[in-house]
């Protein structure tokens, strides 16, 4: 079991940074991969950016790339994601979850309670 909690959320300019943290805890549970999804009001949930624990291999929408950066800490089980150049579009709450390779159950797991990340234009 893996719980995740998610961080650095807040009111930010266009042009701006955030950077998000996403933190596991829990026992028995060994991340293969880290998603970052958001949500808009009145949107779908999509996925943003993602990385594969070992090794490093990212994926990013291509509505966030080259401004967002998806990186870990492996041995402290955080991920982050860098975002640059905020735009208001990128206004949603953002969620981390995970793959874990304790189990052959591919779902994304953790979702903790998100960030809220607000763009103002």
């Known amino acids: 079991q893996v719980q995740l909690v998610e961080s650095g959320g ?5 042009g701006g940074s955030l950077r998000l943290s996403c933190t596991a805890s829990g ?12 949500q808009a009001p009145g949107k779908e949930r999509v996925l943003v950016a993602a990385i594969s624990w070992i090794p490093n291999t990212t994926y990013y929408d291509d509505s966030v790339k080259g401004r967002f950066t998806i990186s ?18 990128d206004t ?14 591919r779902r994304w797991r953790g979702w903790g309670q998100g960030t809220q990340v607000t763009v103002s234009s």
């Not at 807040?10 to 266009?14: K, N, P, R, S």
């Not at 026992?27 to 958001?38: E, K, L, Q, Y």
């Open 10 to 14: 807040g009111l930010v300019q266009e």
């Open 27 to 38: 026992r028995a549970f060994s991340i293969t991969n880290m998603g970052w999804f958001r």
């Open 72 to 89: 870990r800490e492996v041995s402290k089980n955080i991920g982050y994601l860098q975002m640059n150049n905020l735009q208001s579009m």
């Open 92 to 105: 949603a709450v953002y969620y981390c979850a995970v793959r874990d390779g304790t189990t052959d159950d």
